[in-house]
């Protein structure tokens, strides 16, 4: 079934004007996992904000269907709702409130959109407690502040944590890999495996091939100056790994 839809997308930088996405197209199916590589600067991380409705970036051209709606037209708060999930590359830290309060409320605040009733906190701690060793996280995750003295891996399983509190049908992953020993790789990619099912995708964003290996995507696609300029399975990563994508426009 037909998840997420691009055509012909174009974005420019909302204060500048200058275009980054030049037509992208790509469409995403339930169960798939894709992956966008390409080289620093292609556009990789702007298609990602793009879609979550990032203010930075304005669209002008195409369309965005995601589970049969425009996409396009919703704020990014819906969008989340509609079930839509970005992880970015450089979270924010929140001084002064707790992972466990952030993530009830965000929480909450999903449910009470949904008409459901809100969890107390101990309701939430029941809900959260597997979720926590699903990323291999200890409990004192929960008292910290929001990313705030936290290392890039701990960033990285936070992320994956409000993905697996939240759900969602799509989680766009940007770099989750970046900085990560491969330990901490491990983890996280264990724990986005966990999340898939057959109804849900995933659209991971690297620069390397080693995320490839632990999480199995169903296409890869390479961005190249605003646009998908190609598309395969996993031989072309292993083209890209020996030759750089220079290699890869030889193909
Ligand atoms: P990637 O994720 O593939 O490394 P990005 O999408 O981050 O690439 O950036 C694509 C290009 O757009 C880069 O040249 C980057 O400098 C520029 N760019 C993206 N966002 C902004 C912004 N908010 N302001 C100025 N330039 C930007
Ligand atoms: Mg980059
Ligand atoms: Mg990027």
Redesign the pocket.
Known sequence: KLLLEVRDLCAV?T??R?P?LKGVNLTIHEGEVHAVM??????????A?VLVGHR??EVTEGTVVFKGENLLDMAPEDRSLAGLFMSF?SPVEIPGVSNIDFLQMAYNARRRKLGEPELSPLEFYGYIAPKLESVNAKIEFLSRNVNEGFSGGEKKRNEILQLAVLGADLAIL?EIDSGLDVDALRDVANAVNKLLTPTNSVLM?THYRRLLEFIKPTYIHI?DD?RIVKTGDISIAEVLEKGGYKALSAT
Not at 38 to 47: E, H, V
């Open positions: 930088i204060e500048s200058q980054i390409g080289k620093n600067g292609s556009g990789k991380s702007t298609f904000k930075d970036y590359q940007d964003i961005m605003g």
